[in-house]
């Protein structure tokens, strides 16, 4: 699409210095479903709580403080003397609470222990972000 055309259908605006800005409020298209990002991102978040490797991989898909709460909890378990382990995911359940948020419920498999795992999908910059994780 040409600066004009995008001009013309409302979706950028002209300055000064002939750049196009973005205009705010603009109307974007609902995100995918969310489930297999989820599924990924839960059980990749189950292996790390329990002392696993691979907490700087979800780093692009989930909130800073959600990768804060997971760092500690890694270190908690590394300190009880647990060295991680393989997560399975059994099920995944989506429920889309707006056009930009879906909270997600899991049920992983860890060591023969089931795990219910909360997640909570936002759409921030036209990407989904786990702004929320609850691991019980």
């Known amino acids: 699409m040409s600066a004009e ?18 205009r705010y409020g603009v109307k974007r298209e ?3 479903d969310p489930t297999a990002l989820a599924c990924t991102v839960a059980k990749t978040a189950a292996e790390v709580a329990m002392g696993g490797e691979g907490l700087t ?12 709460s997971l760092a500690a909890q890694c270190s908690l378990s590394r300190r009880a003397g647990h060295r991680g382990a393989t997560a399975r995911i059994e099920r995944a359940r989506v429920c889309r609470v707006s056009h930009r948020a879906a ?4 049920v992983a498999l860890v060591r023969g222990r089931a795990l219910a795992i909360a997640m909570r999908l936002e759409d921030i910059h036209g990407r989904w972000l786990a ?3 609850e691991i019980v």
Do not use: K
């Open 5 to 22: 055309a995008a001009v013309a259908s409302g979706g950028l605006r002209a300055i000064p210095g002939g750049q196009q800005v973005p």
């Open 30 to 32: 609902q995100l995918g």
């Open 57 to 68: 991989t979800l780093t692009p898909w989930v909130a800073q403080d959600v990768r804060d």
């Open 103 to 106: 909270e997600v419920s899991i």
């Open 131 to 133: 702004t929320v994780i």
